[in-house]
């Protein structure tokens, strides 16, 4: 309890706890189906974190940062997990498909829950030209595209995904399943062949595998002490690849029985980063010294150019980059379905026009998904006018939404956990374990690897730059939908009851000095 100041007699007045929020949240719900299945669910959140961070960018980063790089990818996938579970609470404690964006609005406010939700929209709208760059040039893999221009196979693509997005929240999760199938499938396989060859001391034609092989380049560190600088900073490209485990949580909202298959779903994805990222990762840097793996091929291309001859190579490259143009996929699928409901949260809340607040018939905010399908568009006229750098220059500018959305997610359970303890809500059995170390702990983690981004030159250098801009276009935002926010938050909040004098007794109630 807070007490006032002492008043004339020496007697403290006690007011009553603070109550907790009382916006009505469970209405951003309205006009959603639960179409989604448990199946979906688990297959989302393992989906989410496998892409072309692993199949493709991690071919650079082991040329870089050497076996070494399987550390990093394990405390990443460490702190990756702590924000999963920070955020499974959150769930736990309401599930929403606004996801982290309306629990900052529960837990900080409007202002927090605008900012959030515009970069995270930012994020995925930048991705969404990544990704219609990337299919463009993983389509043009096979000769039979190899003279289609790449902006129109880029074009291609976008509406064929935005459709399929359109359908219902059902035909999400279902595409997702698949696309995540695929990939799981994929790293199976490679896990499973990369073990034979191992056990069987079979060797490739660049040599011996296994820790012979490692011992004849530099052990851990092929380039001495400089490895363990190149790795760190490599940290943030690393964060990058795990982003998208947070769609679980909106998908979520519109899953059946969430509180129950949330906890299965998150639970599972630390074993699964664990076998997946930093066993594939280990079994690469065992099979061949890192310095044949590239950034121009995925590292399991590389590994089968090597072990298998012409044939197999030519193969395993077409296979390869089948399953990449999924991931590929799958990432623009999520990123649409993702802003059209965190864009339909900031309109019912005012903060964005409410077009994006509209629902179809099947309960699909279409508004949000239109929006991030036109800015893809915006690729297609990228991969135009600059085929060669569409690619990297989108890509740089998605980390900060990623850096932003967990913060996020790490500062609501704090807030959450800290409510709880002052009897304002009641705290979900399912937690984040070691709180609030853990918590301060993600944080401090997130805050290095934005310092790790600054040092990344010349790339690392122009995001950093961005962020005055983008603090400029929130700062003029906000005040340009304060009053549109004011509005809304006024509609949210049930009318109060008038005070009882029981009430009015009981909040002066004078508390006897000890």
Same mark, same amino acid.
């Given at each position: 309890m807070?007490?006032?100041?002492?008043?004339?007699?020496?007697?403290?007045?006690?007011?009553?706890? *603070?109550?907790?929020?009382?916006?009505d949240f469970d209405e951003e719900q309205t006009g959603y189906r639960s179409g989604m299945k448990a199946r979906h669910l688990r297959m989302i959140a393992i989906g989410g974190a496998i892409g072309t961070?692993? &199949?493709?960018?991690?071919?650079?980063?082991?040329?870089?940062?050497?076996?070494?790089?399987?550390?990093?990818?394990?405390?990443?996938? &460490?702190?990756?997990?702590? =924000?999963?579970?920070?955020?499974? +609470?959150?769930?736990?404690?309401?599930?929403?498909?606004?996801?982290?964006?309306?629990? *900052?609005?529960e837990f900080y406010g409007e202002k927090m829950a605008f900012a959030v939700g515009w970069m995270y929209f930012f994020h995925w709208a930048m991705t969404a030209i990544v990704d219609c760059t990337a299919v463009a040039l993983y389509v043009k893999y096979w000769s039979a595209f190899s003279a289609v221009p790449q902006w129109l196979l880029a074009l291609v693509a976008l509406p064929v995904v935005v459709g399929l997005?359109?359908?219902?929240?059902?035909?999400?999760?279902?595409?997702?399943?698949?696309?995540? /199938?695929?990939?799981?499938?994929?790293l199976v396989?490679?896990?499973?062949?990369?073990?034979?060859?191992?056990?069987?001391?079979?060797?490739?034609?660049?040599?011996?595998?296994?820790v012979p092989m490692l011992a004849a380049h530099g052990g851990?560190?092929?380039?001495?002490?400089?490895?363990?600088?190149?790795?760190?900073?490599?940290?943030?490209?690393?964060?990058? *690849? &795990?982003?998208?485990? +947070? /769609?679980?949580?909106?998908?979520?909202?519109?899953?059946?029985?969430?509180?129950?298959?949330?906890?299965? *779903?998150?639970?599972? =994805?630390? =074993?699964?980063?664990?076998?997946?990222?930093?066993g594939s990762v280990l079994l690469l840097a065992l099979l061949l010294p890192s310095q044949l793996y590239s950034g121009s091929q995925s590292p399991f291309v590389t590994f089968f150019s090597h072990f298998g001859g012409p044939r197999v190579s030519a193969a395993a490259g077409t296979a390869m980059n089948f399953v990449v143009l999924t991931a590929v996929l799958s990432s623009l699928n999520a990123g649409l379905y993702s802003t059209g409901r965190i864009l339909h949260s900031l309109a019912q809340a005012g903060a964005a026009p409410r077009f994006f607040g509209r629902m179809n018939r099947r309960g699909v905010p279409y508004g949000g998904i239109?929006?991030?399908?036109?800015?893809?568009?915006?690729?297609?006229?990228?991969?135009?006018?600059?085929?060669?750098?569409?690619?990297?220059?989108? /890509?740089?500018?998605?980390?900060?939404?990623?850096?932003?959305?967990?913060?996020?997610? =790490?500062?609501?359970?704090?807030?959450?956990r800290r409510w709880s303890l002052q009897g304002r809500v009641e705290r979900p059995a399912f937690r984040l374990f070691g709180a609030p170390v853990t918590a301060y702990l993600a944080l401090g983690f997130l805050a290095a690897v934005l310092v790790l981004i600054a040092f990344d030159r010349p790339t690392g250098s122009y995001t950093m730059a961005l962020v005055p801009l983008i603090?400029?276009?929130?700062?003029?935002?906000?005040?340009?939908?304060?009053?549109?926010?004011?509005?809304?938050?006024?509609d949210r909040r049930p009318p109060r009851a008038a005070p009882t004098a029981a009430d009015s007794r009981r909040s002066s109630v004078p508390e006897p000095r000890p």
């Open positions: 807070t007490t006032s100041p002492e008043d004339g007699a020496g007697t403290r007045y006690v007011r009553q706890p *603070a109550e907790p929020a009382t916006h961070g692993l &199949f493709l960018g991690a071919g650079s980063r082991l040329h870089e940062g050497g076996p070494f790089l399987v550390v990093i990818y394990a405390i990443c996938g &460490f702190f990756a997990f702590l =924000v999963l579970r920070a955020l499974g +609470e959150l769930v736990m404690h309401r599930p929403s498909s606004g996801s982290f964006v309306s629990y *900052a609005r997005n359109l359908i219902s929240a059902r035909m999400f999760g279902e595409t997702e399943f698949w696309f995540a /199938l695929v990939k799981v499938g994929a396989v490679f896990l499973v062949i990369g073990i034979v060859v191992l056990a069987a001391r079979r060797p490739t034609d660049a040599g011996e595998t296994g851990l560190l092929p380039h001495g002490a400089a490895t363990v600088g190149a790795a760190l900073v490599l940290t943030q490209g690393v964060v990058l *690849a &795990f982003a998208g485990t +947070e /769609l679980v949580s909106i998908a979520a909202g519109e899953t059946t029985d969430p509180r129950k298959t949330m906890p299965r *779903a998150i639970n599972s =994805v630390i =074993v699964r980063l664990a076998v997946f990222y930093c239109l929006l991030t399908g036109a800015i893809g568009l915006l690729g297609v006229g990228l991969n135009y006018l600059a085929p060669s750098r569409a690619f990297e220059i989108a /890509l740089n500018t998605t980390s900060l939404g990623v850096l932003t959305s967990w913060a996020t997610i =790490v500062l609501c359970q704090i807030r959450l603090a400029a276009l929130l700062v003029l935002g906000w005040y340009r939908r304060r009053g549109y926010i004011a509005a809304a938050a006024a």
